[in-house]
Nanobody, 125 residues
Framework: QVQLVESGGDSVQAGGSLRLSCAVS????????LAWFRQAPGTEREGVAS???????YYVGSVKGRFTISRDNAKNTLYLQMNSLKPEDTAVYYC???????????????????WGQGTQVTVSS
């Protein structure tokens, strides 16, 4: 049974940091494309970062230099380290897995086959 279990969401002040975790079962994080998406109220789901099996990464422009996507193969877990958080980062964050070795060229939700339940990140000013 494929499952993605997220943790780490919280309420923090602007400038603070959080690390989101996504524990994966059923697939090895070393063999498939993994990504983080986020969705704020009234907006479309946005691709934030992705990590391909060769180690290639993608970041949406608004988080470059602040967020880092990584994986721990031994723990079969995906991470998103978020630093210098801003109020506009407030959203529900989702981890996702695509049954591909290379990540899709466009970060759209339909290309990802398995999803976590979402975790709330709230950044106050």
């Amino acid at each position: 049974q494929v499952q993605l279990v997220e943790s780490g969401g919280d309420s923090v002040q602007a400038g603070g940091s959080l690390r989101l975790s996504c524990a994966v079962s059923g697939y090895s994080v070393s063999d498939y494309c993994l990504a983080w998406f986020r969705q704020a109220p009234g907006t479309e789901r946005e691709g934030v970062a992705s990590l391909g099996t060769p180690g290639t990464t993608y970041y949406v422009g608004s988080v470059k230099g602040r967020f880092t996507i990584s994986r721990d193969n031994a723990k079969n877990t995906l991470y998103l380290q978020m630093n210098s958080l801003k109020p506009e980062d407030t959203a529900v964050y989702y981890c996702a897995l695509a049954r591909r070795y290379y990540c899709p060229t466009s970060q759209i939700a339909v290309d990802y086959h398995y999803w976590g339940q979402g975790t709330q990140v709230t950044v106050s000013s």
